[in-house]
């Protein structure tokens, strides 16, 4: 399995904000967000490929009892599953970030689902090449829907500007299992500044609509630093 990076950190989005993790980054994704933070690991993957042995070993070199498989897109991996199982073996607690495109039978605690909306399709010189087959592929209810059936789940939406609010209500219309609590929406950005202009206005915006608010602290705590 393609390993971008191994690391002990702190959970700076979602329900385990402040966790002590150890995160696993897989490298390599079947999408292109213009966005994205991690384009060593989707745009231009990079890393080393490690057995399952040895991913759980340099885990358990750190002390954190907690786990969160991402990347890319950990979801792509066939590794995923026994490398899932195998962590939770060891009573790691397994949290698992996907965009919710692929599915897989992976144990874990927390399934969090970063659903990749119409605002994220590659923009500029990248367009022509990617953007068909990102739009293609992005969208998938039926991946969506058997993760919030099987797992613990939460689902933390990427936005822009305040029209994508509605946009997710959208999505929450068509797929009306998913429970509105587990639901939180995150500005887009890796500036404090630009979190902190969007925050202003979608803070307010979720706490009347009785959405969550995800203020993405690793940025606030770290900077848009590789290895936190
Ligand atoms: S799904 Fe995630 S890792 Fe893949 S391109 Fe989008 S933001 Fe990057």
Redesign the pocket.
Known sequence: MRIAEIFQSIQGEGFLTGAESVFVRASG?N???WY???PY??WSPEGEDLAVDEIVQRVESFAARHVVLT???PMLFPEAKPLSERLRERQLHVTIET?GTRYQPVACDLMSI?P?RGN?TPRGAARARWADRHDRSRHAPAVIRRLVAEYDYQLKFVIEEASDCLDVEAYLKELPEINRRRVMLMPQGTEPADLASKSAWLEPYCRAHGLGFCPRRQIEWFGARRGT
């Open positions: 994704c999408l292109r967000c994205c933070d991690t690991a989707s990347g890319g897109e965009a970063s990749k994220s």
